[in-house]
């Protein structure tokens, strides 16, 4: 099994790499600019492989980190190097998903025997219960949260995006309404405008990424509908955000 | 129940002072110098004589160090009223004449405990009063009151002597019979013309405000009540969020999510309505002589400031198309100009235009969020919300050339000014006091500054019903 996977990793790996060693000829050809295929690329290989992610951790984290790179070198103009760092993203991500894949089962075995360990009384494995059905509990929606004064989706919020995305994937039938939050700091009718384009630009970010804008509708209470009630910068910073509502 | 803040003036100099003399000491004459010209006449120019100066964090202006209003020493003995159900109007009485005598911000009512001698004993008539006692307690007005029932009716006797002269003093008010119902405002009449005969210029107590405040379940709900206070009448009676009401002509306008949509609203002759209910923001209703200026943001596009028609909601003309929110349209007096938010320079800042959308321009230039626009009765000021250097807001005023002057300061967050329809006065909101947002009036100047609602919080947006 082992000795398998490692096998097929390799050859794996050697298409990738000659791949986008083609990629990076044929773009260099170009004139300079961000290199948003290998970005985009990179990142759904990253969005494929995270729904498995936990069994492949080490590589998943290694290309998350990669993509990471890859942006800050876009930020600093410097595109090939960008370009480089994001096919590589791309292709640990690859890797990490063919390695979760054939070590599926192990993985869950493992994971349910840690879990056992830690709760002396199992609750009984439901046998009928199918991978989808699990896979489907697993994925949720997360509220995506912003700078004071910002509509701007900060990189920190990609994560949370990213989750989303993949329930969006999954639920492709669900419609969302995204909710946009201010804290209640300044005016309550400009507020009202910010909170409606907070959720306007993650509905964009959605729209960029493949997510068909007409699941996505908007709504914003501005400061009307604070989660925390407090006066600190801390729950400030919960108010500002933009809720997922599955319709 | 009404908290006097104990002279703010007299905090704030002191404060001025100690800032004059730090200042003095780190930026040399030259903050000396832009100090004493505010003392000398009205305010730091913020616009457009000199060049803006680098972006603060927010705004950075004082409260100007000025004259103190000199109050008129008003003695108010409790009002005679007898026994049963006049006795109840009598406290009543008494209750109106002392508070709004006090609000008015041009007396100093003097305290009941001072009175050394028995002022019940007394009659209502010159001959019966003795005016060296009350001259001697300091009174230069003194006002008598007494109330009988007839019938079903109140038949209210108020009147104001000259304490000097000995003399009543005659007044543009007449008494009638009202009902137990009519008595405020039969005695907000009195105050008003009390104020007349000193200022000149009749008061206006008894005109209302809309406000919105958010109850325990978190969802807000429009009243009106008088600008004293009192009278407190919920208009809004929904479970959904209500909020931004302004009234005009008998119309409020407000915005509520009872159909999951910042939709506008309108209460008129009973009925609550839909104006406007494009998706996305329909918010900030301010009339003026047959025209609704809103903001809409269409479909969540973008917010912008549209004119609508108060009636059937249709649009008769978009003002601003920006790619930055817009919002917050007030008019000018005279319903030519309307001041307006905007944050097409990065933040939030207060900007005017034309009637007609034409000629945008830039008012202030000084702090990074602006907002809250009041036009002025009289035309020549802009009240407006700003946040200042220590991230407080605070409530300024900008005129026509943005020289800014400072009307709040070292009180907690003062923001949401509303002008009186008299320009005497601005409501406004604060969480001085610890004790969350409350609705507070000042005079324009800012001098004078008193809690009109002593109980309870979550009091916001208050707008003068014009």
Not at chain 2, 421 to 433: A, E, L, M, Q
Request: with cysteine.
């Amino acid at each position: 099994m082992t000795t398998n996977a490692k096998f097929s990793r390799t050859t794996g790996s050697k298409i990738v790499l000659c791949l986008s060693g083609l990629l990076i000829a044929m773009f260099m050809a170009g004139c300079p600019k961000a290199p948003q295929k290998a970005l985009d690329d990179a990142e759904r290989a990253l969005l494929d492989a995270q729904e498995k992610s936990d069994c492949a951790e080490e590589k998943y984290r290694a290309a998350e980190k990669l993509l990471e790179e890859a942006r800050e070198l876009v930020e600093k103009k410097d595109y090939e190097a960008a370009e480089r760092k994001a096919r590589a993203a791309e292709k640990l991500a690859l890797e990490a998903r063919q390695y979760a894949d054939l070590t599926w089962e192990d993985c869950q075995r493992r994971k349910e025997l840690a879990r056992q360990a830690q709760n002396p009384q199992p609750t009984p494995v439901d046998e009928n219960a199918g991978n989808d059905n699990e896979l489907e509990e697993q994925l949720s929606l997360s509220t995506v949260y912003f700078a004071y004064d910002s509509s701007e989706v900060a990189p920190e919020s990609r994560a949370a995006l990213e989750d989303n995305i993949r329930w969006l994937r999954v639920n492709k039938d669900r419609a969302i309404i995204l909710e946009g939050h201010t804290d209640e700091r300044g005016t309550a009718e400009y507020n009202l405008s910010l909170g409606e384009r907070r959720a306007r630009s993650v509905r964009q970010y959605l729209i960029q990424l493949g997510i068909d804008g007409d699941r996505l509708s908007i709504l914003s209470y501005g400061e009307e509908k604070p989660v925390a009630y407090g006066q600190s910068d801390a729950d400030f910073s919960r108010n500002r955000r933009v809720e997922f509502i599955p319709q | 129940m009404m908290m006097q803040i104990v002279s703010r003036t007299r905090i704030s100099s002191l404060l001025v002072a100690i800032f004059l003399l730090a200042s003095s000491v780190f930026f040399g004459n030259q903050a000396l110098a832009q100090e004493s010209s505010s003392a000398n006449q009205t305010s730091v120019s913020g616009g457009f004589t000199e060049p803006p100066p680098p972006p603060p964090s927010g705004i950075e202006i004082n409260v100007r160090v000025g004259a103190r209003r000199v109050l008129v020493p008003l003695a108010v003995p409790d009002t005679q009223g007898g026994v049963g159900d006049a006795s109840k109007v009598a406290a009543q009485v008494q209750e109106i004449l002392r508070r709004n005598l006090d609000l008015a911000g041009y007396f100093k009512v003097l305290p009941t405990d001072s009175f050394f001698f028995d002022p019940s004993a007394e009659g209502m008539s010159a001959a019966d009063i003795n005016f060296q006692n009350w001259f001697n307690v300091g009174a230069q007005g003194l006002i008598k009151s007494s109330v009988r029932m007839q019938g079903e009716q109140v038949q209210l006797d108020l009147r104001l002597y000259a304490v000097d002269k000995g003399q009543p003093v005659t007044l543009k008010y007449a008494a009638k019979p009202v009902a137990p119902s009519g008595v405020d405002a039969q005695v907000n009449d009195f105050v008003n013309a009390v104020i007349e005969h000193y200022t000149g210029q009749r008061g206006i107590f008894g005109s209302r405000i809309v406000y919105a405040q958010r109850d325990s379940n978190g969802l807000k709900q429009i009243y009106s009540m008088n600008m004293d206070g009192t009278n407190r009448v919920q208009i809004t009676k929904n479970r959904a969020i209500n909020m931004l009401p302004s009234a005009s002509g008998g119309s409020v306008y407000y915005t509520s999510y009872q159909d999951n949509n910042p939709d506008l609203w309108v209460y008129r002759d009973g009925k609550h309505t839909k104006l406007s209910s494009r998706r996305g923001q329909n918010s900030g209703a301010a009339y003026c002589d047959g025209k609704l200026a809103v903001t809409l943001s269409m479909g969540g596009e973008n917010a912008d400031i549209y004119l609508i028609d108060p009636q059937d909601g249709k649009i008769l003309r978009r003002l601003t198309d920006h790619w930055s929110i817009d919002t917050s349209p007030r008019w000018s007096p005279d319903c030519s100009q309307i001041a307006f938010v905007s944050g097409r320079s990065g933040g939030p800042q207060i900007y005017v235009m034309n009637a007609d959308g034409s000629d945008q321009r830039r008012l202030t230039y000084q702090g990074s969020y602006n907002s809250n626009p009041s036009w002025s009765p009289k035309g020549d000021v802009i009240a407006f919300s700003a946040r200042d250097q220590f991230n407080h807001f605070d409530v300024f005023t900008v005129d026509l050339q943005g020289n800014i002057e400072r009307l709040t300061q070292d009180q907690g967050n003062n923001e949401e000014p509303t002008f009186s329809p008299d320009g005497r006065y601005i409501i406004f909101t604060s969480d001085r006091g610890g004790r969350g947002k409350r609705l507070w009036l000042m005079t324009a100047d800012g001098e004078i500054q008193k809690l009109l609602t002593g109980d309870g919080s979550g009091f916001t947006e208050p707008s003068w019903v014009r």
